[in-house]
């Protein structure tokens, strides 16, 4: 589909959008990779509310410990969210609201459909 023919610029074409440098990309696909599991929407829904200890997420999501381990650790590589330690628990946090809009925004696309 040609998206210039449909454009309702009177003068012509429609310029190219901008395009982020490659590393900048990279980033934005490993986090877009890391937001892409069903369990691991849930917890970023669950941490936009407040954080969460493994324990608390075990139960709100209802899914295994190891499970829900394995799923911030991929969560914390990306950037997605980060862990402060309390004693002998881990608060895990969102590292900041850009990346709660984005699932809220799938989520939202997703029930329309």
């Known amino acids: 589909m040609d998206i210039t023919a449909h454009s309702h610029d009177p003068f012509g074409e429609v310029p190219p959008a901008p395009v982020p440098p ?10 877009l990779r890391a ?13 936009m ?7 608390e997420l075990v ?3 209802g899914v295994t410990q190891p499970l829900i381990s394995q799923h911030l650790r991929i ?25 709660a809009h984005i699932v809220v925004d799938a989520v939202a696309h997703a029930e329309e459909g």
């Open 49 to 55: 509310e407040s954080g969460r200890c493994v324990h």
């Open 59 to 61: 139960e709100a999501l």
């Open 75 to 99: 969560l914390k590589a990306a950037g997605v969210v980060r862990g402060e330690r309390n004693g002998r628990e881990v608060l895990y946090e969102l590292v900041d609201d850009h990346l």
């Open 22 to 31: 490659r590393a900048t990309l990279e980033s934005a696909g490993e986090i």
């Open 35 to 47: 937001l892409a599991a069903p369990v691991r929407i849930a917890i970023v829904l669950q941490l």
